[in-house]
């Protein structure tokens, strides 16, 4: 019976190992692939837009669509789940755009877990919340609005032992970790399977 426990116990580990593991891949995709449902959400935000393309994106853990484009002088991503539902709206951004009190929180994060770090991107994201509807969480996204309910994804390389890692973690409009996962280019496919 306790080797029945110890095996249970063992598999759970490994399974929330692999679960913090992104292996990503992105293709593009034409128009016509991307879910009708999603696109007639942001259709009216796409006409001053440039460079608007469309992804389908898989994952370790999910299957998702994505829409890029330049706006003004923002760059958004606005992702949807398999079925068309809206997850999330990002733009990038720079250190000086987060306020000062949540970069601090940010920073003294990664200079306590992760010594040696170079941040290689940074959004502004603009997640669904329960009981609020899509188009107004496609409004404060596209105003701009800094609110409770704002997170800041960031893309980093740390040096470990065996070399640099990258990252990517989320952290909410305070700074402090909501989750974090080694992120695997998808150069390294013929490597990892």
Known sequence: MKFNYFFFLVLGVAQV???????????????????????SLIQ????????????????????????????????YSVEF????????VEFKIKERDIPNDTWSAIQFYLNENH??????????QYP??????????LHNAFQNLILPEV???LVFSAKESDGFQEYEALF??????????????????????
């Open 17 to 39: 190992t692999l679960a913090q593991n992104k292996y990503e891949s992105e293709s593009r995709i034409a128009l016509d692939e991307f879910p009708i449902k999603s696109y």
């Open 44 to 75: 009216d935000y796409l006409k001053d837009a440039k460079r608007v393309r469309f992804y389908q994106e898989s994952d370790s853990t999910k299957k998702s669509y994505e829409a890029k484009f330049k706006k003004g002088r923002l760059h």
């Open 81 to 88: 789940d398999k079925e068309g539902v809206l997850e999330d």
């Open 115 to 124: 010594g040696k770090h170079r941040v290689k991107k940074m959004q502004q």
């Open 128 to 137: 669904v919340q329960k009981g609020q509807s899509i188009e107004k969480t």
């Open 151 to 153: 997170n800041y994804e």
């Open 172 to 193: 909410n409009s305070e700074g402090q970790l909501i989750k974090i996962r080694k992120s695997f280019s998808p150069s390294y496919d013929h490597v990892l399977y």
